[in-house]
């Protein structure tokens, strides 16, 4: 919970957090080590300098951590763990839906597990996910199209069997779908960046959830105009928000443009944890105002009501979650003991 | 004797496709070595991720445009800490096409590439020019209504033909039937040149100056130019966007300073003119 300085307690949800393992032993090629440094660049633009972490701590944090900065200090009531495998770069893969389950074991009531599915898996894939949704129950999946697989270095959305699979999903009710774009693609040759293969899905799969991660970065224009034909087209805010401390001015030109194009019902926070801690960013979003010329000129406004939607209650409402009966569960679990014990006294009163 | 400077100055006619911008300003060329009649140019991206196309484009036209230097007889590039560097460094040093690089990975060339990101370079260098008008006080059907013919260059001016109805007042000193605007010829001489490369073709007197990315000009209504800015506008902001993070990530990982806000302001010089298509360099 966030509590504002009028009292009033926001539910946040983080919408896009790893548990990986970019360690040099987890490493298989120099690959891993590109893919690891290039976050741990991200890292080191975005984030405030006090809190810049080392590479090595950056490659692999461990659980203790991770709850510490996610739950303890970051404000976060339920994190969903997004699965990259990546098994080509990380000998054990990067985060696989079996390695993130260990912490969703550990917190059941902290995390959303998703899965994940690779079309060019084909049969033995699809039999991987349904297995998945018996075993994990998961109603999301990530998917990254630019995973390598041998000679392959990607795949896209619209390809026929990427659409058995957004059938099947259809079929067993996983209909959080997070897509993650670049850097390679099929074919090589075309814009690695590019979104424009989520809008013949949406159209066509009108039940299912597209929540394009990192609004579509660097391919903002293109993604808001996708997004303004398809209502089932939502914006993951990972990469996003970090840029309210590195240039505060661009990130209000961005939220304007995702407020003018999306509205406020269809954008989902995200702190892409560990390349950010939430607390930074979650501090300096829930402080940070439009600028007026900017709600003038895309009559859109930052209100609080359209932060707490953007900060848990628009994830909330795509993974079927009560706030209030959920903030109750949670309100005296270990987590929650952790955080009691972690904060600083309250003043005695006299 | 090859003048080093000739070089780098060919280098600043080479723009990152995707970002419109010379890739000396961007402070993605790390150096030059001048040997004889060879020429090694490195040339090292903000991330190992940066996308291979993208790379493969910048170190072809590199290769291309300063082996046209005079008394270049080799140009080798060197492409450092990318994921594809020797793939993408051997095939552009040969002279060897993007589909041949990455056998089974491609199904064509980077023609279609280039051209969607020089549509976006146009869509954004005329909204420039357009909003510069609109500053000086023209109107959105003003400028639909404009043909070639009214605005040229006059040293760093522009000379603006005024409206018939205004034609015959006085200005504020400026009398007769052309309105001066300093500074901004730059404006029109890259919308020119992209106009180029994009293969549309050169504008005569009587056409429309203004036209979408397709060539086909603008409808007369207010709403339909102002639609074509605010769409524009939204390109322009992703272009400054990925500048950022661009120069940015160039400045943690490789310690490259350069300066961002200048870029982000547009302020790229217009290069020659290009053809758009694949560059195959002489081997």
């Known amino acids: ?350 | 004797m090859i003048d080093e400077r000739d070089v780098w100055a060919r280098v600043g006619e080479v723009l990152d496709p995707e970002l419109d911008r010379p890739l000396s300003a961007l402070g993605f060329v790390e150096c030059v070595e001048i040997r004889g009649a060879q020429v090694e140019v490195r040339l090292r991206l903000p991330t190992f991720w940066c996308a291979a196309n993208f790379a493969f484009l910048m170190a072809a036209d590199l290769r291309d445009r300063i082996g046209r230097a005079p008394g270049v007889e080799r140009v080798t590039v060197r492409l450092m800490d990318h994921f594809a560097q020797d793939e993408i460094a051997d095939a552009v040093n040969a002279g060897r096409p993007f589909s041949e690089t990455f056998p089974g990975e491609a199904d064509g060339e980077l023609d279609e590439l280039r051209l969607t990101f020089a549509r976006k370079a146009f869509l954004v260098r005329q909204e420039q020019l357009m909003r510069a008008l609109l500053r000086a006080g023209e109107t959105p059907e003003r400028l639909a209504r404009l043909r070639a013919a009214d605005l040229r260059a006059d040293g760093d001016a522009l000379l603006l033909r005024r409206a018939p109805e205004h034609a015959g007042e006085e200005h504020a000193g400026q009398q007769g039937a052309w309105r001066r605007l300093p500074s901004l010829a730059r404006l029109l001489a890259m919308l020119v040149q992209k106009r180029a490369a994009l293969g549309l073709p050169t504008v005569a007197d009587d056409d429309p100056l203004f036209t979408t990315e397709a060539g086909v000009p603008l409808p007369p209504q207010r709403t339909a130019v102002m639609a074509f800015l605010g769409t524009a506008r939204m390109v322009r902001l992703n272009g400054a966007f990925n500048t950022l993070l661009c120069t940015g990530l160039n400045r943690v990982q490789h310690g490259v300073e350069v300066d961002a806000d200048a870029l982000c302001a547009g302020g790229q010089e217009p290069e020659s003119a290009g053809i758009p298509g694949e560059r195959r360099a002489q081997a």
């Open chain 1, 1 to 350: 919970m966030y509590t504002r300085q009028d009292g009033h307690e926001v539910f946040v949800i983080d919408g896009h957090m790893h548990f990986w393992d970019g360690s040099p032993e987890n490493q298989a090629n120099k690959y891993g080590k590109g893919f690891i440094e290039c976050f741990h660049g991200y890292h080191q633009l975005f984030t405030p300098t006090e809190l810049l972490w080392p590479l090595d701590q950056f490659e692999k944090y461990g659980e203790a951590r991770l709850v510490r900065d996610e739950f303890v200090n970051g404000y976060v009531d339920i994190a969903i763990l997004q699965p990259t495998y990546l098994k080509d770069f990380f000998i054990n893969g990067f985060n696989t839906t079996e390695q993130d389950s260990v912490v969703k074991k550990a917190h059941p009531d902290r995390f959303i597990l998703n899965g994940s599915f690779d079309p060019r898996d084909g049969d033995r894939g699809l039999e991987y996910l349904r297995r998945l949704k018996g075993e994990y129950d998961i109603t999301g999946v990530k998917l990254y199209t630019a995973e390598w697989k041998g000679s392959s270095k990607g795949w896209k959305l619209t390809s026929p069997e990427a659409m058995r699979f957004l059938e099947e999903c259809q079929k067993l009710g996983i209909v959080n779908l997070h897509i993650h774009k670049g850097p390679t693609i099929y074919p090589l040759n075309k814009d690695a960046f590019d979104v424009s293969d989520i809008d013949e899905p949406a159209s066509l799969f009108t039940d299912l959830r597209f929540i394009v991660e990192h609004a579509g970065i660097p391919r903002l224009e293109d993604f808001c105009f996708i997004a303004a034909q398809d209502t089932n087209i939502y914006a993951g805010l990972a990469v996003v928000i970090p840029w309210i401390h590195f240039r505060p001015r661009t990130f209000a030109e961005m939220m304007a443009n995702l407020l003018y194009w999306l509205g406020p019902d269809r954008l989902l926070f995200g702190s892409d944890y560990a390349i950010w801690e939430p607390k930074w960013l979650i501090d300096e979003f829930m402080a940070f105002e439009l600028p007026q010329d900017l709600k003038d000129e895309y009559h859109v406004d930052l209100t609080p009501e359209v932060k707490e939607k953007i900060i848990g209650l628009n994830a909330a409402r795509l993974y079927g979650i009560d706030t209030a009966a959920h903030a109750r569960k949670i309100a005296t679990d270990d987590v929650a003991q952790q955080r009691a014990a972690a904060a600083p006294a309250a003043p005695v009163q006299a």
